[in-house]
């Protein structure tokens, strides 16, 4: 909080400081859940929170980035090969490789930035996909994992850092057990990326950020770096996507190169969740992974016309409600639980009044 | 020996990428729009051509005439009430919505004809061959380029030569100054998408007749027509054509050395090429 003249400049609301209240209380509970829940909510909750990751990283490569990729599987699956591979061939505590996973990704993040930066808008976009082609015809050479029919994870792996110690104290078998330690890791790292952006978002940087995304031209011409920033948000988001891929696979326990490198799975999903909850927000992804994941559950049983449905949706989102279902919201409502604007409060002489 | 018989057989594949290639190109070029779904659109073609043939039990040629106008009417209303609300500077709305529509085509395919792959038998076409000089080249690869450089030939023609083409160009350049001289942006380009519907039709009926299909190899069509693009430069059809022949070469070649790296040598050569000549090998529109 910067104070000058009597006034400050601040970014909380109050129902940010409600938000936030509410937050730590749902992460209790959330932490809590394994004691109460049964083994098949723990396993949707790891899919909400590993989907909410995905979609938090896509929103910030395109909805402050401007950079709209259709290769994030790239990531998730290079991330999920890495674990497999440090796990098969060195022997590396699967949760320790985590950590290799999103480093992996960086790793062919950067090259694939030189190529594909080349490239702007929708042209943008297919490179990105296409390197994601790249990556998966390669991965499916590379025998010692499996090639092209993939593998699964070795006993010895499964029985990864804290699962014993789960299993003992919860008194389940080492499968549940897993499935809890892998929904904790989840619930971390989704923490870890909402207060990531959100901290990033906040800083100068990401105040860079948003006036790159909203005019390019005017935003060099204050002496930002706009190629620097792009740099900045795609390498970020590769390592989180590739920590998310890692940690999907190691719940999964079993990788093939088609499912890991899945344009559906890892990128459609991810762009419907943003686009129905509302690109440019923190909120948006959180609501969109919930609608997402209710009508997945409504549909489940109906095959391809799920899909049909959640692309429908998508269409009709983007074309009347451009901001998605928190645009809708926080227009009607005002509300911000992730503030990020910027607002200028008179702090001394008139007491009542707090507008600036 | 058998390698001039490889590249040629590449040089001819080129030809039904660059036929892939010509609709996305011709809509970019006019509306500055990258349709996502446009390798399903051809998909949806290759059904609807092998509808009318199992239905009339006529030559697929004949029913890919039938199919054509068709074709052209569901580009026309796809641009009019759709993709016409999208254009514009941002370039995520019309990303997102191709997109989008791009799963629904397959799902609603996928819903329609299963997942089961499907051809459009074209008879004795389909083995027939002659031979020229050291190769034997089929006439269905012959007929493909052939109808590639046609369908560019024709497209080029409709650019420089009519009153549309002029509209086109026009509208591609400043749809503002455009429409004070009478022309209407959201009629041309509609028109626009219908004519690359009548070359999708085109593409889809040697997509269906050349290989087997099924509903969800939209995607990857997609894909080599946007690296057919791109090598070419933005804005030129031959060097779409150009483009759309070195993935085909790069493609025969990789497979030749090892059949797994077909789709895998075809991509490096677009990264290649990509390093090298950022803008592609005949640069047209600065974009």
């Known amino acids: 909080m910067i104070e000058t003249n009597g006034y400050t400049v601040q970014t909380r609301t109050r129902a940010s400081q409600l938000a936030g209240v509410a937050a730590l209380i749902l992460l209790v509970v959330a932490v809590a859940v394994p004691l109460f829940a049964s083994r098949s909510t723990v396993q949707d ?162 105040l860079a950020l948003a006036a790159a995304r909203d ?27 590739g920590v998310a891929g890692g940690l999907i696979y190691l719940q999964k326990a079993r990788i093939s190169p088609d499912a890991a490198f899945s344009v559906t799975d890892w990128t459609a999903y991810v762009i419907f969740i943003v686009v129905i909850g509302g690109i440019g927000t923190i909120e948006g992804p959180i609501i969109g992974v919930l609608v997402f994941f209710a009508l997945q559950s409504l549909l489940a049983d109906f095959g391809s016309w799920y899909l049909m449905i959640l692309g429908g949706l998508g269409i009709i989102v983007m074309l009347f409600a451009p901001r998605g279902l928190w645009g809708l919201i926080s227009d009607r409502t005002g509300l911000q639980l992730f503030p990020i604007r910027r607002r200028l409060h008179r702090t001394h002489d008139k007491k009542g009044d707090t507008h600036g | 020996m058998i390698w001039i018989d490889t590249i040629v057989q590449g040089i ?10 010509a609709g996305l190109s011709l809509v970019f070029g006019i509306m500055r729009l990258v349709n996502l779904a446009h390798g399903d659109l051809i ?58 529509l791009s799963i629904v085509i397959q799902n609603v395919l996928l819903e329609g004809f299963s997942a089961d792959s499907q051809r459009v038998r074209a008879g004795a076409l389909e083995t027939a061959s002659v031979d020229v000089g050291p190769v034997t080249l089929g006439v269905m690869p012959l007929l493909t380029f052939a109808s590639a450089i046609l369908v560019i030939i024709a497209l080029n023609q409709l ?111 677009f990264l290649v090429v990509l390093l090298i000549r950022p803008r592609g090998l005949f640069p047209r529109a600065y974009d």
């Open chain 1, 45 to 206: 909750l790891f899919f909400i929170l590993t989907m909410l990751t995905l979609a938090q990283f896509w929103n910030l490569l395109a909805g402050y980035g401007g950079l709209v990729s259709v290769g994030q599987q790239a990531f998730v699956g290079l991330g999920a090969y890495a674990l497999f591979g440090a796990s098969i061939l060195w022997g590396l505590d699967p949760v320790a490789a985590l950590i290799l996973s999103g480093v992996a990704a960086v790793l062919v993040a950067v090259p694939t930035a030189f190529f594909v930066f080349r490239l702007q808008g929708a042209y943008f976009a297919i490179g990105t996909w296409v390197v994601a082609e790249v990556v998966r015809l390669s991965v499916a050479q590379w025998k010692s994992v499996g090639g092209g029919s993939g593998t699964g994870l070795p006993r010895e792996a499964r029985e990864f850092w804290g699962v014993e110690a789960v299993a003992g104290l919860f008194d389940v078998r080492d499968s549940a057990a897993r499935d809890i330690v892998t929904y904790w890791l989840a619930l971390a790292l989704a923490i870890l990326t909402i207060g990531g952006i959100y901290w990033l978002l906040r800083t100068k940087r990401g």
């Open chain 1, 215 to 241: 005019n390019i031209e005017a935003a060099k011409s204050v002496g930002i770096d706009a190629l620097r920033m792009k740099w900045l948000v795609f390498l970020v988001s590769a390592f989180g996507t």
């Open chain 2, 12 to 21: 001819l594949l080129g030809g039904l990428y660059a036929l892939f290639a």
């Open chain 2, 43 to 100: 998909v949806l073609g290759a059904y609807l051509i092998l509808m009318v043939v199992s239905v009339l039990g006529i030559n697929p040629f004949l029913a890919a005439l039938i199919a054509m106008p068709l074709m052209f009417g569901i580009g026309w209303v796809l641009q009019r009430v759709v993709l016409n609300r999208v254009l514009g500077e941002d370039i995520l709305p019309p990303l997102l919505v191709t997109f989008g």
């Open chain 2, 159 to 269: 650019f420089y030569r009519t009153a549309l083409g002029r509209a086109f160009r026009a509208t591609s350049d400043d749809p503002v100054t455009a429409s004070l001289m009478g022309i209407k942006p959201a009629s041309v380009f509609a028109v626009a998408t219908g004519i690359a519907m009548i070359v999708v039709t085109i593409a889809a009926l040697y997509l269906g007749m050349r290989a087997n299909f099924d509903p969800t190899i939209g995607p990857a069509r997609l894909i080599y027509a946007f690296e057919a693009v791109i090598i070419g430069g933005l804005g030129s059809l031959w060097g779409t054509l150009a483009g759309g022949v070195i993935i085909g070469v790069a493609q025969t070649v990789g497979a030749a050395v090892n059949p797994e790296w077909q789709i895998l040598a075809g991509h490096v050569a």
